[in-house]
């Protein structure tokens, strides 16, 4: 207060530099007096939306609310600390089954989704034959809850049973817990909507064999830190959503000592358990992905904050959830992804977006840490410039960078992390998500790969949803 | 139909740039299906699901080559496609020609992302008044001082912002501020002065830029002319960034003087900025032209005295026409600056008691507009920049034999446009071809540092037979004087 030369910021001592945004003549008699520009290219957001921009932003104690939520979510370090099935972790009752996105009921589920809790029910002996699964969900024999309801995140449809075993994550920072499945590889596999004889037998074996194997390496282990392992992967061209390859290999070169000594794992299964691990470069997608609901959820309850924390597609509808609007979801209709395809299939074999792998976006990873993973970036469409573009797009829409995850190319800046809702209305920057895309048909399985966006409309309506509290 | 399959030991590429050649190579004329791929599992099936046929022994290191043609044997479709699949895998691992390896920079998109961009100490907002908030907000949040130049933000957003400003430190220029100067810098309208000891509080833009000529033209500087926006004065907003911009400069150690410029004020604001500029070390000079007070240019001269420093003449531009208004003929006072608009409307009743509502068969019909009044600008420019509507005021004016006198203001400085004189003195010149008793005085408001040069606009506008002078009271009293038949 006494130091005079900091009031009204330095304004009267400092140099004169300005940030201007709308009309072009104002910055340009800036420039004709050599006074430097940062110049704004600045859009009209979506007409109705000014009233309850002010609402939020007005709020006094918005901007905190912001800073305290992503500060949890970036300061948050999940460890993997065990493997163990969904059935004791989650409670999860026989005929209870978690899918990927906002909530769903039978009948208006896609092909995949479908198809996965057909196999679900398979898995869990609850049908003899694919006919029968079908009639028994259609007449709703199965209690369908979402997984971001239990602390879970599962990819593509990201269906949980009883029976299959989950990645066991804890926050040490706050203290939380998430859960993601194990990952069953590519192509025919149940989280793409396949439900075959070789999908349930791999998923039996995963059961009976893998998971345990798996705990026995993690216990022995100890916690292992996922965020300075996904830090370690982003600068060997991982983005931890598509592209997965190093934090896979990261991750067995963990586990392989204590797999290797654990004493009841015999040998052939740990040899096993590592061939199919170390054949899958989506292996880690899924503890990544726990990691990141970690994250996420770390940032969830704070009154006022417009911070997306939950971005996830059922198949039919995406949804998001914002850390001040508690567990509501606001949701549109899920988008075909733009990518490229596998084989003979096409956009027309494509179904809309699902999965809650977009957890990894909400935690500044996936397509917000493009630029990061330069090998992958042909999904886009373009070139590296493209990927860098995407990346630093991304910066308009979100509070912060993030501390560990740090891009080499972009030298070392910190990946965009933590969607704000305001700044995504203002801008009409909605988060570029990369993703798998299903086939349409039940048991189709995997067709291709590409970039998503959200359906605008989610965002206005949590921005309403937040205004009217605010 | 013709299958191709080729297994090419060692060659890999990435699976994304396969997928793209894929595709590539399957939207070929004469190609019915084709897939290349790395010899993995996956793969292998899928290619076989096409109906190939994969030699054993293609594993995950090898390229498997799947290509079906429509054309018989030797049709040439093949040999094509085989050519084309080299090309493509050949182009897919060549960088792209032109942009850089980063590309072009992102620009920014609200102010907060600017804002994290630059070290700067105030953002200058002209977007729609309406989206105005967000953007303030964020500079606010970023610590930057806000002068809002946009019209038509809600009286409650600018309360909030004003508030939320004073609990960071900061200061709101405006909203509805057209002039600003920080540390020599012009934001938004603002005249080329010498930098100098007097600062100015402004809740009028033309007003302070009247004041800032003058001083400019008294050879006096200066320092800061911090706006505050029409309505800060107002009993609602009660003076929040003037009483802020009061004591910023009362701590600044190169302001000697202060000068607060405004339209008329709210009685019980005007009663309370009195009563804090007591307060402040700095001597404070009103000029706020209304009845009983001082007008602007002899705020300046009262300013020039507490500095010791001489009132000079101040400069005009006599014309070599000396035109004779008939008795009875009215005045048209048609102007850019609201403040400057007033200030004439004011002289003309304080000082020689016209009732200007009155309409009567004897009554001269005295008009002031103002340009700038919303009325005027809703969805187009400010007159400063566009003079379209006001040209055509003059030319009506001038075709109405019961207009005796045009009575105009030219505003130069940054943010203006380049060359008023260009379209106003040929306008002026018609006006007059056929009116030997039309007078026409102009107040330039203007230093000979603008980038518009004042005195080539007096030149240009004297030329084509206006009266012009440099103080806007002036030539509000040589028009009074004219069209009363009392030429100075």
């Known amino acids: 207060m006494n130091d005079q030369r900091h009031r009204l910021g330095g304004l009267l001592t400092r140099e004169t530099r300005v940030v201007a945004a709308g009309v072009e003549v104002l910055a340009g008699a800036l420039a004709e007096q050599a006074v430097p520009v940062e110049a704004v290219d600045w859009r009209p957001p979506p007409a109705g939306t000014e009233q309850a921009l002010a609402a939020v932003l007005g709020d006094p104690g918005h901007a905190d609310a912001n800073a305290r939520a992503v500060r949890r979510m970036v300061t948050a370090r999940p460890h993997l600390v065990d493997v163990r099935p969904a059935r004791e972790v989650l409670g999860l009752d026989a005929g209870t089954f978690l899918h990927a996105g906002p909530p769903l009921?039978?009948?208006?589920?896609?092909?995949?989704?479908?198809?996965?809790?057909?196999?679900?029910?398979?898995?869990?002996?609850?049908a003899a034959t694919p006919e029968e699964a079908e009639r028994e969900l259609a007449r709703g024999a199965a209690a369908l809850e979402p997984c971001h309801h239990h602390a879970t995140v599962g990819p593509m449809a990201g269906v949980v049973s009883p029976s299959m075993w989950m990645w066991v994550v804890e926050d040490a920072e706050h203290g939380g817990r998430s859960y993601c499945s194990l990952n069953e590889g590519l192509g025919k596999v149940l989280r793409y909507g396949a439900y075959g004889p070789e999908v349930i037998e791999r998923l039996r074996w995963m059961g009976e064999f893998l998971g345990p194997a798996?705990?026995?390496?993690?216990?022995?282990?100890?916690?292992?830190?996922?965020?300075?392992?996904?830090?370690?992967?982003?600068?060997?061209?991982d983005e931890l959503h598509n592209r997965n390859r190093a934090a896979t290999s990261l991750l067995l070169r963990e586990l392989a000592p204590d797999l290797a000594a654990a004493?009841?794992?015999?040998?052939?299964?740990?040899?096993?358990?590592?061939?199919?691990?170390?054949?899958?470069?989506?292996?880690?997608?899924?503890?990544?992905?726990a990691a990141a609901k970690a994250c996420a959820d770390a940032a969830r309850g704070v009154p006022g904050s417009s911070l997306v924390v939950a971005m996830a597609r059922n198949g039919t509808e995406f949804g998001i959830q914002v850390s001040g609007t508690g567990d509501r979801w606001f949701t549109g209709p899920a988008g075909v992804p733009d990518g490229l395809y596998l084989g003979g299939y096409g956009p027309d074999d494509a179904n809309p977006d699902i999965g809650d792998s977009a957890i990894t976006e909400t935690a500044g990873m996936g397509g917000f840490a493009l630029a990061a993973a330069p090998a992958i970036v042909r999904f886009v469409g373009g070139e590296v410039?493209?990927?860098?573009?995407?990346?630093?797009?991304?910066?308009?829409?979100?509070?912060?960078?993030?501390?560990?995850?740090?891009?080499?190319?972009?030298?070392?800046?910190?990946?965009?992390?933590?969607?704000?809702?305001?700044?995504v209305v203002r801008t009409g920057i909605l988060p570029v998500i990369d993703t798998g895309i299903a086939g349409r048909e039940a048991g189709t399985g995997q067709v291709g790969a590409g970039l998503v966006e959200p359906p605008p409309g989610v965002f206005t309506d949590a921005l309403h949803a937040l205004a009217e509290i605010a | 139909m013709r299958d191709w399959v080729e297994v090419r030991r060692g060659a890999y590429h990435d699976s994304v740039t396969l997928m793209r050649v894929s595709r590539s190579l399957s939207e070929r004329p004469g190609v019915a299906g084709a897939m290349v791929a790395m010899g993995t599992e996956l793969n292998r099936e899928i290619v076989e699901g096409m109906g190939f046929e994969v030699p054993a022994g293609a594993g995950p290191d090898d390229l498997v080559v799947a290509i079906r043609v429509a054309g018989a044997a030797g049709g040439g479709e093949l040999d094509a496609a085989r050519e084309a699949l080299d090309g493509l895998l050949r182009d897919a691992s060549r960088p792209p020609a032109g942009a850089g390896l980063l590309g072009a920079a992102v620009p920014a998109r609200t102010t907060?992302?600017?804002?994290?961009?630059?070290?700067?100490?105030?953002?200058?907002?002209?977007?729609?008044?309406?989206?105005?908030?967000?953007?303030?907000?964020?500079a606010l949040d970023a610590g930057l001082n806000v002068m809002i130049f946009s019209d038509n933000v809600p009286l409650g957003q600018e309360i909030a912002l004003k508030e939320a400003a004073a609990r960071r430190g900061l200061i709101v220029m405006g909203p509805d501020c057209g002039t600003a100067v920080i540390g020599g810098a012009g934001l938004g309208f603002a005249n080329a002065v010498r930098p100098g000891p007097v600062g100015i509080v402004a809740a009028s833009g033309t007003g302070a830029q009247q004041l800032m000529c003058?001083?400019?033209?008294?050879?006096?500087?200066?320092?800061?002319?911090?706006?505050?926006?029409?309505?800060?004065?107002?009993?609602?907003?009660?003076?929040?960034?003037?009483?802020?911009?009061?004591?910023?400069?009362?701590?600044?150690?190169?302001?000697?003087?202060?000068?607060?410029?405004?339209?008329?004020?709210?009685?019980?604001?005007?009663d309370l900025i009195r009563e804090a500029a007591r307060r402040l070390d700095t001597p404070v000079v009103f000029a706020l032209p209304m009845p009983g007070e001082d007008d602007i240019t002899q705020a300046a001269e009262k300013a020039l005295r507490a500095l010791g420093r001489p009132v000079p003449r101040w400069p005009r531009w006599a014309a070599e026409r000396r035109p004779e208004p008939g008795s009875g003929q009215a005045l048209r006072g048609l102007f850019a600056g609201g403040t400057l608009r007033d200030e004439a409307e004011m002289i003309a009743r304080g000082a020689l008691g016209w009732d200007l509502e009155a309409r009567g068969a004897e009554a001269p019909g005295h008009r002031f507009t103002d340009f700038g009044d919303d009325a005027y600008t809703r969805?187009?420019?400010?007159?400063?920049?566009d003079p379209t509507l006001r040209l055509e005021a003059v030319r009506e004016a001038a075709s109405d034999p019961g207009v005796g006198v045009l009575l105009l203001d030219v505003v130069l400085g940054y943010g203006a446009e380049p060359d008023p004189a260009a379209s106003l003195a040929p306008a002026i010149a018609?006006?007059?071809?056929?009116?030997?008793?039309?007078?026409?005085?102009?107040?330039?408001?203007g230093t000979p540092a603008d980038p518009q040069g004042r005195d080539r606009q007096a030149a240009a506008l004297c030329g084509a037979g206006a009266d012009v002078f440099a103080s806007n009271a002036e030539a509000t009293r040589h028009a009074l004087a004219t069209v009363e038949g009392t030429p100075e």
Not at chain 2, 431 to 439: E, I, N, Q
């Open chain 1, 105 to 126: 009921e039978w009948e208006r589920a896609s092909g995949p989704m479908r198809g996965a809790l057909m196999g679900a029910m398979l898995l869990e002996g609850l």
């Open chain 1, 214 to 237: 798996l705990r026995a390496a993690v216990r022995r282990h100890g916690p292992l830190d996922l965020m300075a392992l996904i830090a370690q992967a982003v600068q060997m061209g």
């Open chain 1, 263 to 289: 004493e009841d794992v015999p040998r052939d299964l740990a040899a096993e358990a590592l061939r199919f691990a170390a054949g899958n470069e989506h292996f880690f997608l899924n503890p990544g992905m």
């Open chain 1, 385 to 423: 410039p493209d990927a860098v573009a995407a990346t630093q797009r991304m910066y308009e829409i979100t509070l912060t960078e993030h501390p560990a995850l740090q891009i080499p190319l972009l030298s070392f800046r910190g990946t965009p992390a933590g969607i704000d809702v305001t700044r």
């Open chain 2, 112 to 138: 907060g992302s600017a804002a994290a961009r630059a070290d700067a100490t105030v953002a200058l907002l002209s977007v729609p008044g309406p989206h105005v908030f967000p953007e303030a907000m964020d």
């Open chain 2, 214 to 270: 003058l001083l400019d033209a008294a050879g006096v500087g200066v320092g800061h002319v911090l706006g505050v926006g029409g309505r800060d004065l107002s009993p609602e907003v009660s003076g929040r960034s003037a009483l802020s911009a009061l004591a910023a400069l009362d701590a600044d150690p190169g302001t000697e003087l202060i000068v607060l410029v405004s339209k008329p004020p709210a009685p019980q604001v005007a």
């Open chain 2, 379 to 385: 969805g187009r420019a400010h007159p400063m920049i």
């Open chain 2, 430 to 445: 018609e006006a007059v071809k056929d009116r030997p008793d039309l007078a026409v005085a102009v107040s330039l408001c």
